[in-house]
């Protein structure tokens, strides 16, 4: 009816939000790193230390120091995968800190797109200004 029924099949059975290289090597990669910390460690705290790195790394991208820039942003990426699973791990999970992950996640995407995108498109900094209004 709409297409090969290996294809629907498959569909139906992968829960959503999923993805092959998450879930055979970043997840499991995650998994392990996350036990770095130690148990007396708040999620949150790993939580903000993102949000740091985060800041690190757009006050590199406004210098235009790049190295600065990626490498704080992969060190967000990974505090951002981290604090959940050491939540679970240390039965830490709380709605706060569920509210804490993802308004740092949107503020932190709205922020890095609207500075990429004044940067290129519209001139920067004076486009930045009006853009975040």
């Known amino acids: ?3 090969p029924s290996w294809i629907v099949s498959g ?9 092959i290289l998450y879930d055979h090597v970043l997840s499991p990669f995650y998994d392990r790193l996350a036990l770095i910390w130690p148990t007396w460690i708040h999620p949150n705290v790993i939580t903000c230390l993102g949000g740091l790195s985060a800041a690190c790394s757009l006050v590199g991208m406004g210098h ?11 060190v967000y990426h990974m505090c951002d995968n981290m604090d959940g699973k050491h939540a679970r791990r240390t039965n830490q999970s709380s709605m706060l800190g569920h509210v804490l992950d993802h308004a740092l996640d949107g503020t932190v995407g709205v922020i890095a797109s ?12 004076s486009a930045l200004r009006f853009a975040l209004c």
């Open 1 to 3: 009816s709409g297409g």
């Open 11 to 19: 569909a139906e059975k992968m829960p959503a939000g999923t993805s």
């Open 114 to 125: 609207c500075w990429i995108c004044c940067d290129h498109l519209f001139g920067f900094p």
């Open 64 to 74: 235009e120091q790049w190295t600065l820039a990626c490498v704080a942003f992969t």
